[in-house]
């Protein structure tokens, strides 16, 4: 059954289990129209996009397997995961963090709104500005690693509380961004939703250049990736991207079989 809010606006929609994770089977625009209709002033929660990677973290972090389970909205980021489970006759849906945000500064972002963003270097906070002609924007780059820092998590937390905003942009990758946001949850002070974006805002400026369309729409945007920095990328695409491509293809033969449904019991 469905985990939203009833504040949220958001019809109904079913969760889904796949590959050990959890996922509201939505598209881009109905993901940002749900985004647009959630109020600013609701406690503060998170958007979170798993991909195969996911599957191999909560597998192997208890924490972030908590949050995972429990995010407001959690959408597909993955064409592979979405290919693997339509052979088990399931479709995850398909909103991944970047068309997420490209579409939220195209057309629910308003220069006079006030956002905030965690992480990301000042440079491209700049032209994000200069891009769209931003007004209202809080940055706040904490040091590298500084989850496991309890000073520098509680002035990150601090920063966001003081600058509340609609959407808290959280430019950093799992499981760092989901345990942040988990962190400011705890907290109790503030209001919005957490976007745990990872990379998002360097693609949409260009600083990050995207995947050729061709190779978006066969689901090969990992591969252009690791192309491109294999040294940094190879373990997450060859070893925990696989691991999570098992899961689900083990899923998906079990939905087949029928002795597995994608849909978790009450």
Known sequence: ?????????????????????????????????????????????ILITPNAEHAWLRRR??????????????????RVLRKAAAIGGVDLGFAPGSH?????????IGP?????????????????VRRYGLRRVAHHNPPMGFIHDAA??????????????????????PPQSEKF?????????????GLCIGSSITTL?????????????????????????PGRLWRRYLMRGLYGLGLGLIDSIAFRLR????VPRD
């Open 152 to 173: 520098a998590v509680q002035v990150a937390v601090d920063f966001v509380v003081a600058h509340p905003a609609r959407f808290v942009f959280v430019a950093m990758g």
């Open 1 to 45: 059954m469905n985990s939203l809010s009833p504040h949220s606006r958001l019809q109904p929609q079913p969760e889904l289990r796949f590959a050990g994770l959890r996922f509201h089977p939505m598209t881009t625009d109905e993901t940002v129209a749900a985004l647009a209709a959630r109020p600013a002033d609701l406690a503060f929660d």
């Open 112 to 128: 006079d709104d006030a956002l905030t963003v965690i992480g990301g270097d000042a440079s491209v906070i700049a032209e994000l």
């Open 259 to 262: 002795v597995k449904s994608p």
């Open 61 to 78: 972090d208890e924490v972030f397997d908590r949050i995972s389970a429990r995010a407001w909205l959690s959408t597909n980021d993955s």
């Open 205 to 229: 400026i260009g600083r990050t250049p995207p995947a050729p369309q061709w190779m978006e729409d066969r689901g090969l945007v990992w591969l252009y990736r690791l192309a491109r920095e």
């Open 181 to 193: 946001c988990q962190r400011i949850i705890d907290d109790g002070r503030a209001t919005g939703l």
């Open 100 to 108: 997420v945000v490209e579409r939220l500064f195209q057309g629910v």
